[in-house]
């Protein structure tokens, strides 16, 4: 993945960019070839003759992508990257000589509304423009060092055929405007690059983070910040959106919006990080998407607070390996989610202090918040895992209710802030003693997915881990116990078992990478740490070649599933390293001694 603050890309093995929504993360997208074919649209440039080799890697501490080609003839350099946006938007690839004498191959296809649309083009040896509705796209070529990249049409496409001698380079500059503006100014490639690597060099030396794994820790912090939208602070679940968990399956969503439950995750991990600043931002963000009426509060919004997200299916798109529907849009926007008034509740008790003016209007928030909770908190709901086979009274999500009460009670201890604190604590305990009654199951020693099921879900492993009983009482070690034992499989852990649950769908899934992180948390507390640590290290090595990782993992295929790269991943993974580090107990959650 490169970005630049308002929307990404992604670049796979073999050179070519297959997906990029333009000009923000939730934008129709203009290269859609992930989810189709080359028709839908795709950029690439790589070596005309067969590679005998091809690596990758991201410039250190950056999101710069090179991506080596060694042939038979020689070997060749590709950088990517995307500036941090300006007035413009751009993508920028510089391919370079390194050795021998390399024949390379730019194409370029473009199409608009998720594949569907071709533009009308205009073009000169040196510049293409692309236009088609509200969108422009200007793609301009710059040869440097006596190498020779010109462009020309070919069967609806763009290409350009050039050849590298060590020491010579070829640069494209792809950028977006709207198509009621001027033609962009042209894009200072040096510039670009040196003020790109500044740019991501100077915030990752921003972390506090001191223990092992700096390095994991380091590429999952700097991709939750490339998976932000700047102008906001909003964080996108995902850049992608339709790619499957199950190959050929119907569990196929759309992950560019914001999720109060992963903005609340990310504020957490941002602050044990040290990044004071980002978390006051996604802070005032997430106070933005949820003012207004209570009653109103939703799951998921758009990256600015957008409340409508209408789901759809682009038919003409055959889906990854045929993997349908392509929904777009997310109906999880209209469920009732109880969980979110805790993720809310935490995030808004542990945020630095960002002001009297947003500390007043937080506090009031939150009091209207727990109020309305006090009304809705025994009602069923669609839980964590937003299934479509009806409400149920999820364990987990009355949980994240006691935790929103809990915290709730504790801001208004520590600031003296507005409320009914005498009701809230009546509804905390008498909501505490209906989840340990109703809950937990004595024969399976261990929470259940819901009040009297016999159903395990790994959602319960947070139990402990937000403070709600402590890791070492024996229905917390039951629960670990048992979800290790039943919802294993090949060592890592699903979320649930979807033919003993019904959650609405059809099929299997992979593994769920953020529970399989949740277990290590939960056994490195419970001081099974050499358990934790083999678990870790396992999972850190299903990252790709760069360090990213999916929502899923198959691991009989041995290949990654869902949406990529996924936030919610990269937090659990972060707030893992940080337990195993000392860095991170059940305290950050309620700051009670223990």
């Known amino acids: 993945m490169i970005g630049d603050g308002e929307t990404a890309a992604l670049v796979n093995r073999n050179g070519s960019i297959d997906w990029l929504c333009w000009p923000s993360f ?48 020689g070997e060749v350099l590709l950088i990517d990257f995307m500036p941090p946006r300006g007035k413009h938007s751009d993508v920028v690839r510089i391919v370079k000589g390194i050795r021998g004498k390399v ?7 473009l199409r608009f509304d998720y594949g569907l649309t071709i533009p009308w083009v205009t073009a000169s040896e040196d510049e293409v423009r692309a236009i088609a509705g509200p969108h422009t796209v200007t793609l301009r070529s710059e040869c ?88 906001t602070g909003g964080i996108v679940a995902a850049a992608s959106m339709g790619l499957p968990e199950r190959i050929g399956g119907e569990r ?50 758009g990256i600015s607070g957008e409340r409508q997200l209408p789901e759809w299916d682009a038919t003409w798109l055959r889906g990854y390996e045929d993997s349908k529907p392509i929904r777009i849009g997310n109906a999880a926007a209209v469920q009732f989610q109880l969980d979110v008034f805790g993720e809310v509740a935490t995030a808004l008790h542990r945020t630095p202090e960002a002001g009297d003016d947003v500390r007043a209007s937080a506090t009031a928030l939150q009091a209207a918040l727990i109020d309305h909770l006090c009304q809705v908190w025994d009602q069923p709901d669609e839980g964590i895992w937003e299934t479509r086979g009806g409400r149920k009274h999820f364990v987990h999500s009355k949980v994240m209710a006691w935790v929103a009460l809990d915290r709730a009670i504790r801001h208004y201890e520590q600031y003296d802030g507005g409320g009914n604190v005498k009701r809230w604590r009546k509804n905390r305990d008498q909501l505490h003693k209906q989840i340990c009654e109703k809950g937990f199951n004595k024969k399976l020693n261990s929470f259940t997915q819901s009040y009297g099921s016999k159903v395990l ?36 852990i699903l979320r649930y078992d979807p033919s003993a649950s019904k959650d609405g769908l059809t099929g299997s899934e992979g593994v769920f990478l953020a529970c399989s992180f949740w277990m290590v948390s939960c056994l490195w507390l419970l001081r099974r740490r050499d358990e934790a640590c083999a678990m870790f290290e396992r999972l850190l090595a299903l990252r790709n070649d760069v360090g990213l990782l999916s929502e899923e993992y198959d691991p009989e295929r041995k290949r990654m599933l869902g949406n990529f790269p996924q936030a919610l991943s990269h937090i659990a993974l972060t707030h893992a390293a940080f337990t195993i580090s000392g860095q991170w107990s059940p305290e950050i959650y309620d700051d009670t001694p223990r």
């Open 457 to 492: 879900d790994a959602s319960c492993l947070r139990l402990g881990l937000v403070g709600f009983l402590p890791m070492d009482d024996p229905r917390i070690v039951g629960t670990v116990e048992a979800i290790r034992a039943r919802l294993s499989k090949n060592g890592l």
């Open 252 to 301: 196929n969503w759309d992950y560019r919006y914001c999720w109060l439950r992963d903005t609340s995750f990310t504020l957490l991990v941002l602050m044990r990080a040290g990044y004071t600043e980002e978390a006051i931002r996604w802070r005032l963000w997430l106070l933005r998407a949820i003012a207004g009426a209570p009653d109103q509060v939703q799951a998921v919004y």
């Open 144 to 231: 440097l060092k006596e190498a020779a990249a010109r462009m020309h049409g070919e069967d609806l496409k763009t290409v350009s055929e050039f050849t590298l001698k060590a020491g010579q380079e070829a640069c494209f500059v792809l950028t977006y405007t709207a198509s009621t503006e001027e033609a962009p100014e042209r894009v200072s490639v040096a510039d670009a690059l040196a003020e790109t690597e500044k740019h991501w060099c100077d915030w990752a030396a921003r972390s506090v983070y001191k223990g092992d794994y700096s390095e994991a820790v380091g590429r999952s912090l700097m991709t939750l910040e490339a998976l932000t939208y700047q102008p």
């Open 26 to 73: 939730s934008s129709p997208a203009c290269f859609a070839g992930l989810l189709g074919t080359a028709e839908n649209g795709y950029w690439s440039v790589r070596p005309e003759k067969p590679c005998k080799s091809v690596t990758r890697r991201y410039r250190p501490s950056t999101m710069i992508v090179e991506t080596t080609f060694t042939t038979a003839d």
């Open 103 to 109: 024949r390379v191959r730019m194409d370029f296809v």
